[in-house]
């Protein structure tokens, strides 16, 4: 019961997410409109605040197009480790899919120390499955805290 109302929770905080417009497609509608300023300006906020992957490796192509080549490759070093956090977030999902909670907590811990929110908010939801609250409110809030939306809405309840 408690595995079923987690999912639903998760998918309607997924519902939330998606339905508000992103920086990053923000930067992608005025880079087509011609707009490269503005363009630049939301490409650089989803990079450096949203930290989607692909904003990262725009900046970095930007910047280094500019000749700002230390600042570009400051931004495409950040991507590999997006992208790794990425991973092991990912690898961690595949081990609590298999029931496997001890190989998901080590894969998300790896991701969490990568600052991946998303393995901060899925370590928490992990703990809270087996009623470890304090660590679940540690990792959920530590995830609101690095913007994720979902541990927003969390916490919104909580408080």
């Given at each position: 019961m408690k595995k079923i109302l987690i999912i639903i929770l998760l998918f309607s905080i997924a519902l939330i997410s998606y339905s508000e417009v992103s920086n990053l497609e923000k930067a992608i509608e005025y880079e087509k409109a011609g707009d490269y300023k503005k363009s630049e300006k939301y490409f650089k906020i989803a990079a450096d605040k949203d930290e989607e992957l692909a904003a990262i490796l725009k900046m970095s192509a930007i910047l280094d197009k500019q000749g700002k080549t230390e600042e570009s490759k400051?931004?495409?070093e950040k991507s590999l480790e997006v992208m790794l956090g990425m991973q092991f977030t990912e690898a961690g999902n595949k081990k609590y899919l298999e029931?496997?909670?001890?190989g998901a907590e080590n894969f998300y811990?790896?991701?969490?120390?990568?600052?991946?929110?998303?393995?901060?908010?899925?370590?928490?939801?992990?703990?809270?499955?087996?009623?470890?609250?304090?660590?679940?409110?540690?990792?959920?809030?530590m995830a609101y805290k690095n913007g994720h939306s979902g541990a927003k809405e969390i916490m919104k309840k909580l408080r």
């Open positions: 400051k931004y495409f029931g496997d909670y001890e811990k790896q991701a969490v120390v990568l600052k991946n929110k998303n393995a901060m908010f899925n370590l928490g939801l992990l703990y809270l499955l087996q009623e470890k609250n304090e660590e679940a409110y540690k990792y959920i809030e």
